[in-house]
């Protein structure tokens, strides 16, 4: 009896011991298994975040390509429909835009890029001769902290030669830069330019004015390479102004090797008025134009008429000569450019025979101007000048002279203000934007 009494109980002990064992696994497999759960859920949860995240960052594209400008507070509300997304944006570099998007815990980032002009009210490839000063508002550039800004008045890459005072007015909070610049900044020291030059290159420049050689003023302000202006020259955006039309009996765009040789149009500024009053803003000349004071009224007058219709014009001059005689503060910018053949060679050259053809009375106006006696700049003649202004004309979107190897000729004494909002609505049109590289559909 007492034999199977301990048998018993000694199957009784391992039978617990195995049910005890059997109970210590079965919890630590449910826990290992809960564990495997719970971070399962917190997988899916995360991924779930990172999904709406990126769909937020590719609405803000979307969104971005549709309207032709860079993300805004609206466009934000309107990539975020479950009001759990947020957003924020850095400008990190010039033609950068960094849009991050929050969801939850995920914090995704992606750079927007973008075509944008370096700093500089008048940027230049051709060489340049001011004949009676020049004073400007700057443009502000990057910000040094402390209200003090890295200003830029001109960005050149060759020649440049003043006759008069050369002066940087600085900062004003009356005529402002642009949109939402803040009040009370000023230009550092080391960015403002007080000198005087006779018929020389000016000594004494500060930073604000900067000698590039290597600046591609085409490709920052339209996102293509200068030797790829047909690309933007038929853009449909683009309307286009010539002596002899530039289109097919189908109305299609003449190929680049079949455009015809550019010559001057006699009525640049009606042609020029005319687009202005059907709303147009991105205005191509191909050829010579000739803008006297007549011209330069009917155009101030069909900017204003137009109201909020136009912010600002951009007008580009093509493979000719531009002549302006007379006062306008124009609402845009200047783009005078002159393309090159791929050997280099330029596809326009002026003469003093073109100049005559164009206007005869400025014909002779720049002659004495830049070739009298005595002659004390031998470098600029008439025949090498493919830019002459007479008169206070003047673009606040800025100039761009692109016509390497000729001269800008302005007679006159040059002062006025800077506003790059004029050349934004125009611009954002044909401005292409592009994720940068790494990003999630980087092009």
């Known amino acids: 009896m007492s034999n199977t009494s301990q048998r018993g109980v000694a199957t009784l002990l391992i039978t617990s011991i195995l049910l005890t064992v059997a109970l210590v696994v079965t919890l630590g497999m449910y826990k290992n298994l809960f564990f495997q759960i719970k971070r399962a859920q917190n997988e899916v949860r995360a991924k779930q975040q990172f999904w709406m995240a990126e769909g937020g960052l590719e609405c803000i594209y979307s969104v971005t390509q549709t309207a032709h400008m860079l993300p805004t507070a609206s466009h934000y509300s309107a990539c975020d429909s479950s009001g759990l997304l947020s957003f924020s944006y850095q400008n990190p570099g010039r033609g950068q835009w960094k849009v991050t998007a929050q969801y939850g815990y995920q914090h995704l980032s992606k750079t927007i890029r973008y075509p944008a002009s370096a ?27 402390d209200s003090q800004w890295a200003c830029t008045m001109l960005r050149y890459s060759k020649e440049f030669y003043v006759n008069g005072n050369l002066a940087n007015l600085g900062l004003s909070d009356t005529h402002l830069p642009y949109s939402g610049f803040p009040t009370g900044q000023s230009c550092h020291g080391d960015y403002m330019t007080t000198t005087t030059a006779g018929y020389a290159t000016p000594t004494g420049l500060e930073k604000d004015f900067v000698n590039d050689l290597h600046q591609t003023p085409f490709e920052d302000l339209f996102g293509e390479a200068r030797s790829e202006w047909y690309k933007v020259m038929s853009d449909p955006q683009f309307s286009k102004i010539s002596a ?34 059907l709303g147009k803003d991105l205005l191509w000349v191909y050829g010579s134009c000739h803008l006297e004071h007549s011209d330069l009224t009917a155009i101030g007058d069909a900017i204003d008429a ?56 400025q014909a002779n106006l720049l002659k004495s101007a830049v070739d009298h006696t005595p002659d004390v700049l031998p470098a600029v003649s008439i025949d090498n000048t493919s830019y002459f202004q007479t008169g206070a004309f003047y673009p606040i979107g800025g100039y761009v002279m692109d016509a390497p190897d000729t001269y800008a000729v302005f007679s006159s004494s040059m002062s006025f203000q800077f506003n790059r909002d004029a050349i934004d609505v125009p611009l954002n049109k044909i401005r292409k934007f592009k994720w940068q590289k790494g990003s999630w559909y980087g092009q």
């Open 119 to 145: 700093s500089g009210v008048l940027k230049a490839t051709s060489n340049l001769y001011f004949a009676g000063g020049l004073s400007m508002l700057a443009d502000p550039g990057l910000s040094l902290g």
């Open 244 to 277: 002899t039309s530039l289109f097919n009996a189908s109305g299609v765009l003449l190929s680049q090797t079949s455009l015809p040789t550019p010559a001057p149009i006699t009525n640049c500024g009606e042609q020029i008025v005319q687009q202005i009053q």
């Open 306 to 361: 137009a109201g909020s219709a136009i912010d600002g014009v951009i007008l580009v001059i093509h493979n000719g000569l531009l002549s302006t005689e007379g006062a306008l503060t124009f609402k845009g910018m200047i783009y005078h450019f002159i393309s090159q053949a791929a050997d280099g060679t330029p596809d326009f050259v002026p003469s003093e025979a073109q100049w005559q053809a164009l206007n005869l009375t």
